[in-house]
């Protein structure tokens, strides 16, 4: 049973991984490399300057797409894992395409969509709260959302249903650390675009791997069955 949960996990993963490495090149790093020259604006004169700050950042793009390209890789591998172990507890039926989608859906609400609704993406230059506290609201939030989405969609008694509801909203009642002081270098412009570049990105790379793991989750199952 373990071969066919590590081989469901490893190629869906890396097939949402390569998708998401593809959409961040080509649309999240730019805006990333864009925010960054707010940041060196002080210390750039004049043309020659100019140039070399460019090169930098053709330099930083690439060496930046092939790190991101392997976090990506573990991150689709762990989340891959998350989802064939919990296809064990609970094998989707029927339909492949509408189990894949509404998991990918779970687990982007799970771990990108609720902790963004108080930690929202933001770019270089932009003031944050201390990061212990923002990892821990962030894990709370994610251990929260994810047991109040099971509550309100696995199983059937209404008591246990509120409870669920009121475990998601918890973390937005308590609300997200934030810094003492909203400071960004980059125009508020720049910032949209990055946030919705990333909500985007993060949507196609779970509802790809929803659908990816659960067809395979599911032909495994058939050929060993």
């Not at 053709?58 to 092939?66: E, S």
Request: proline share 4%; charged share 10%.
């Amino acid at each position: 049973m373990f071969i066919p949960i590590l081989r469901t996990a490893a190629i869906a993963g890396l097939l949402a991984a390569l998708l998401l490495t593809l959409l961040q090149a080509l649309w999240v790093t730019p805006l990333i490399l864009n925010a960054e020259t707010y940041e060196n604006r002080a210390n750039v004169f004049g043309m020659s300057a100019q140039l070399a700050t460019e090169a930098q950042a053709a330099d930083n793009f690439w060496g930046r797409t092939a790190g991101t390209a392997l976090a990506n890789a573990a991150m689709g591998l762990g989340y891959g894992l998350i989802l064939s172990g919990l296809y064990l507890l609970r094998r989707p039926s029927g339909s492949g395409l509408l189990q894949g989608v509404a998991w990918g859906l779970a687990g982007y609400t799970v771990f990108f969509a609720a902790p963004s609704l108080g930690l929202l993406p933001e770019l270089p230059g932009t003031a944050t709260a201390e990061l212990s506290a923002r990892q821990h609201w962030w894990l709370g939030t994610t251990l929260a959302t994810a047991a109040g989405l099971a509550l309100l969609f696995l199983q059937a008694r209404r008591l246990l249903q509120m409870l669920g509801l009121l475990l998601l909203m918890l973390p937005h009642w308590l609300g997200a650390p934030q810094p003492a002081l909203a400071v960004s270098l980059a125009p508020e412009v720049l910032q949209t675009q990055f946030r919705v570049a990333t909500l985007i990105c993060n949507a196609l790379f779970w509802l790809l791997l929803g659908i990816s793991s659960v067809y395979l989750f599911q032909r495994s199952m058939e050929d060993n069955g």
